[in-house]
Structures are given as C-alpha cells and as structure tokens.
C-alpha cells in the first residue's frame, strides 16, 4: 500500500484578496462563502503545481447556511432584492466541491462530507484509502463553513458560542508523492463515546 503525505496547506487568513487568485468575471455571482473556497484551493493547487486533482473532497460542519439563510429571509421579505436563483441553486452541502470541479474543469472523484464535527476527518480517511489502494495518485481536501454576521448576531443573542471550526476556509493536497511533504499521515481515528459522541483524531508524522 502506498504512503500518503500532505504536501500544502492553505488557510485563509483574511489578509490576501481573493482577486490573487480568482477571475472576477467567473465568480461575481458567487457568495462569499464560495469565493473563499475557491480561493484556498486554487492557492493550495498552485502550492504544488497541479492544475486537475484527482479528487475534490471537501468537507463542512453547516453546508451552505448562507445561502439557506438568505432563502428563507427572500421568503418572509419579498421585497429585499436577494439574487434568489443563485442562492438556490448553491444551497446544498455538496454545491462547494461541486463549484471548485466546474471551475477547473475537473472531472475526477467528487465527494462531500457533512457530518458535523468529523466531517473533516471523513473526507481525509476517503482520501487517504484511496491513495493508498491506487485508486487516485492525489486529492484536494477541504473544510469550508462560513456564519455571515447576521447569522453569528442571531447565535449570541441565543448563548450560542460560535466555534472558530464553524467559520473557516482549509484547503489540504494529499498524494503519494513524497518530495517536499510537510507530513505523513498514518491513520484517521473515528469513534463515538456516550461522553464525547462522534470523535474523530489524524495522526501524522511530521517529515523534517
């Protein structure tokens, strides 16, 4: 079985513009949520020179709440000028990886995880199984939620605390390939306790 190493990460830090990366034309009807996904994988794939991954995995805690929001606020305020059809139609949880292979052109493996606080986890272990059996050579793997400001207002006003893993853009390049590897993943850990519920643990091996 082959090895399986992580060669980039990308988070964003909210101190590049996203036109670094981005064609304005392409993604101007996009939600910010979108723009920013797109903009932490391009910047991962050009990282390590791949232009079409294998696999687009991308994993996230709410889906696309932004978009549901905005819907259901169109619904009850008719008169606020919502692009409603956009917002429908990147809606659904896997509206993200699926946004990320039409702008690339890629047409390889593509998979959405949605299982709260593992889904990041998840769509690692799918990685990492499929380097490991040959079925891919490499994988851009995701974690994407966005909670606008209207949205985290209505939290705390609820006692909600917002969770810094509810509000984040992580793009990871995994693949067999071992030159300029940052780590080595040796297994995902997934389980469930009546104390914890759903848990689940990467352990990597760091390459110096």
């Not at 064609?23 to 910010?32: E, G, V």
């Not at 932004?66 to 606020?73: P, Q, T």
């Not at 052109?105 to 059996?133: H, P, W």
Request: proline content about 2%; some cysteine.
């Amino acid at each position: 079985m082959k090895r399986v190493y992580v060669n980039c990460v990308v988070k964003d830090d909210g101190l590049e513009p996203y036109s670094t990366y981005l064609d304005p034309i392409k993604t101007r009807r996009l939600s910010p949520m979108l723009q920013r996904a797109l903009f932490t994988s391009l910047k991962c794939l050009k990282c390590v020179g791949v232009e079409k991954p294998d696999a687009i995995i991308n994993s996230t805690y709410f889906g696309n709440i932004e978009s549901e929001f905005y819907i259901l606020k169109s619904v009850t305020n008719v008169s606020q000028d919502l692009n409603m059809a956009s917002h429908f139609m990147y809606s659904t949880d896997s509206a993200i990886a699926t946004a990320i292979a039409i702008y690339l052109g890629d047409t390889g493996y593509n998979s959405t995880y949605s299982q709260k606080n593992i889904s990041f986890e998840l769509a690692i272990q799918d990685a990492v199984q499929k380097i490991r059996n040959g079925v891919i050579d490499n994988a851009l793997v995701c974690a994407n939620d966005f909670i606008p400001d209207e949205i985290q207002d209505m939290m705390k006003r609820e006692g909600i605390v917002v969770k810094e893993e509810w509000n984040r853009s992580i793009a990871v390049f995994l693949s067999a390939d071992n030159r300029q590897a940052l780590e080595e993943i040796e297994r995902v850990e997934i389980g469930f306790s009546a104390k914890e519920g759903s848990w689940a643990r990467i352990k990597i091996r760091k390459i110096n």
